[in-house]
């Protein structure tokens, strides 16, 4: 069983930034491609980004790129998303996944374990 823990999320300001982690406690990590999507209130839960198994490929949502940087460290079984030039409409709980494919897709079926996720809100 795969454990995923978010952490970093928090209240900034439009334009500021913020650095999620991911901790995960499988030792398969580092064979795993690892996503990050999140969910606002009354909608439904979107992809935001993805890495592969080897990090030398990344999958943005066209709503985040050129703003978001997703990033993995295998040594420390962790993933990181850097959210820059927040906007309120980012609004939202981040959510880590993991999939047992190693291809950094932007499909939420094929994320089979996820994390508890981590509040993040931008204020105008």
């Known amino acids: 069983q795969v454990q995923l823990v978010e952490s970093g999320g928090g209240l900034v300001q439009a334009r500021g930034s913020l650095r999620l982690s991911c901790a995960a406690s499988d030792r398969t990590f580092s064979t795993r491609a690892m996503g990050w999507f999140r969910q606002a209130p009354g909608k439904e839960r979107e992809f935001v980004a993805a890495?592969?198994?080897?990090?030398?490929?990344?999958n943005y949502a066209d709503s985040v790129k050129g703003r978001f940087t997703i990033s993995r460290d295998s040594d420390k079984n962790t993933v990181y998303l850097e959210l820059n030039s927040l906007k309120p409409e980012d609004t939202a709980v981040y959510y880590c996944a993991a999939t047992r494919l190693g291809s950094p897709t932007s499909a939420v079926s094929a994320y089979k374990y996820w994390g508890q996720g981590t509040q993040v809100t931008v204020s105008s």
């Open positions: 890495i592969s198994w080897s990090g030398g490929i990344t």
